[in-house]
Nanobody, 121 residues
Framework: QVQLVESGGGLVQPGGSLRLSCAAS????????MGWYRQVPGKQRDFVAA???????NYADSVKGRFTISRENAKNTVYLEMYYLKPEDTAVYYC???????????????WGLGTQVTVSS
């Protein structure tokens, strides 16, 4: 099993910044893609950003130029740096990791429990 621990959420004023972290632990053999999604109450979970094992990144149009995703492979950790935050960025942010463990021996998707980001004055 893979455990994902997210941190860094909170309340920030419009125009401010936050940095989210997500650390994966467990009997991990390899981690492939890592990413972030977000969800507001009553709506579907939306893609925010992703990064492959080779460091190739992809962003939702709504966050391009404002958010930066990165990863630290030695720590199985993915980060999301968020700048120029807007009220519409308010959501619960979920970490997503594709990993193989000694038990699964194949890549599977894992989700964190989410961290709240609120952008408000």
């Amino acid at each position: 099993q893979v455990q994902l621990v997210e941190s860094g959420g909170g309340l920030v004023q419009p125009g401010g910044s936050l940095r989210l972290s997500c650390a994966a632990s467990g009997s991990i053999i390899t981690v492939n893609g890592m990413g972030w999604y977000r969800q507001v109450p009553g709506k579907q979970r939306d893609f925010v950003a992703a990064i492959t094992g080779d460091g190739i990144t992809n962003y939702a149009d709504s966050v391009k130029g404002r958010f930066t995703i990165s990863r630290e492979n030695a720590k199985n950790t993915v980060y999301l740096e968020m700048y120029y935050l807007k009220p519409e960025d308010t959501a619960v942010y979920y970490c997503n990791v594709e990993a193989a463990t000694v038990h699964t021996m194949t890549l599977m998707d894992y989700w964190g429990l989410g961290t709240q980001v609120t952008v408000s004055s």
